[in-house]
């Protein structure tokens, strides 16, 4: 049976996007996990959390099983890391954001990088990573050495190959957060049994590095299928910073929530929204 999850930040009300994320997921009879991915201290509010619990009964989507909370989750996540630090494939970065900024605009930085490997090769400080702020990012060429590069099939049966270019030094760990989102998302699809990942396309660049996290612990393969976006009648995405309508806001106007999940399956969008085109 395919087991696809869904699994929302509690960062803001959920919107149209997110709805339409979530009723793809529980399609055709899928087994239907929830996840709440409450990592962000900066981002998180119990509110919201709520929030997506009253949004999903109003959508009549059930959701089988107990709900999996990532803040529940730090020790299997520092297991995971450690694993991976075992086979000397992170290391620690001092860099803040404002740093890794001059040195991408400075005339030696790699523009085409998210990040430019400033502490790459640096020798391990335990002083130092004692007493500063640091995060902790895979060395991806150790870890391509390691694991190649893993590709991805699409729901449908087309597969997808990775190149060296999609997958950077990302952050696995930090002081505020103990596990970024790509190590919690593969340690917890794996624990959830999901086989189908259903989320937007502009999380497609986010599966190379996933695979590769994968591929490293031994997780299972999932099948991935990465949806249009829902966007604004101008093409404008949905996001919560730009106050994008609620599922909230919609059912105080009234709004059949199970009719509307129901319009979302057959590809029915409310008036001034639309699918992006990929």
């Excluded at 909370?69 to 290391?91: C, E, I, T």
């Excluded at 740093?99 to 430019?116: C, R």
């Excluded at 050495?145 to 030094?169: H, K, M, N, Q, S």
Aim: hydrophobic share 40%; net charge neutral.
């Amino acid at each position: 049976m395919t087991v696809t999850r869904f699994a929302p930040s509690p960062s803001g009300r959920l919107h149209l996007g997110h709805a339409y994320s979530a009723v793809l997921s529980r399609a055709n009879g899928h087994r239907f996990r929830l996840r709440i991915e409450d990592l962000d201290p900066g981002r998180y509010r119990p509110e919201y959390v709520e929030g997506i619990f009253e949004d999903i009964d109003w959508l009549g989507l059930a959701v089988d099983g107990e709900p999996l909370v990532q803040s529940d989750r730090v020790a299997v996540y520092g297991k995971a890391f450690d694993r991976l630090r075992a086979l000397g494939l992170v290391y620690p970065c001092f860099c803040t954001r404002a740093d890794i900024a001059a040195s991408l605009t400075a005339p030696h930085g790699d523009a085409a990088s998210a990040y430019p490997g400033t502490c790459r090769r640096l020798p391990d400080n335990p002083t130092r990573r004692a007493s500063t702020s640091h995060s902790w990012r895979l060395d991806a060429a150790k870890a391509v050495a390691v694991a190649g590069l893993p590709g991805w099939t699409e729901e449908g049966g087309t597969r997808f190959e990775a190149r060296p270019e999609y997958i950077g030094d990302v952050i696995l760990a930090r002081k505020d957060a103990p596990s970024s989102y790509h190590l919690a998302c593969v340690v917890d699809d794996a624990a959830s049994g999901v086989t189908l990942v259903v989320r937007a396309e502009d999380l497609r660049p986010s599966t190379p590095i996933q695979r590769l996290l994968q591929t490293l612990l031994g997780l299972p393969e999932p099948a991935y299928l990465h949806h249009p976006l829902v966007t604004h009648g101008d093409g404008r995405r949905l996001a919560k910073r730009d106050l994008a309508p609620t599922l909230a806001a919609m059912r105080d106007a009234g709004c059949d929530g199970r009719q509307l999940a129901a319009e979302l399956i057959a590809g029915q969008l409310p008036l001034g929204f639309r699918l992006s085109q990929s």
